[in-house]
């Protein structure tokens, strides 16, 4: 049914930037939420960056000032630039979608993330050296 998949990822030097892309097909929810994640080896999944249908962003902690999250509807296309890569940024990239409902106003629990987001991209890697 719902098909993201997430390009833009590679390896970078601390300091740099990458933007990510999220292609989005077959998904016909006009309220929604979407967003991105990430996981980096041996830790748990993490909310980086969402937004609603109606254009608010929500952006965890870590990455606020640095990450913008946005969105092209024109070409079903969601992105994340990244600037200012530190290494713990390093991590796999997912694009994620809700089946409706949009962004609450917390990010959910581990518990339930796939709950709320059951619509998953592959991933991107991205890779930040010293």
């Known amino acids: 049914q719902v098909q993201l998949v997430e390009s833009g990822g590679g390896s970078v030097q601390a300091g740099g930037a990458l933007r990510l892309s999220c292609s989005v097909s077959r998904y016909y929810y006009y309220e929604y939420c979407m967003g991105w994640y990430r996981q980096g080896s041996g830790k748990k999944r993490e909310g980086v960056a969402f937004?609603?249908?109606?254009?608010?962003?929500t952006y965890a902690d870590s990455v606020k000032d640095r990450f913008t999250i946005s969105q092209d509807n024109s070409k079903n296309t969601l992105y994340l630039q990244m600037n200012n890569l530190k290494p713990e940024d390093s991590a796999m990239y997912y694009c994620?979608?809700?089946?409706?409902?949009?962004?609450?106003?917390?990010?959910?629990?581990?518990?339930?993330?796939?709950?709320?987001?059951?619509?998953w991209g592959q991933g991107t890697q991205v890779t930040v050296s010293s």
């Open positions: 994620v979608a809700d089946r409706g409902g949009g962004c609450p106003q917390t990010f959910v629990k581990e518990d339930q993330i796939d709950f709320k987001y059951p619509y």
């Open positions: 937004i609603d249908s109606d254009g608010s962003r």
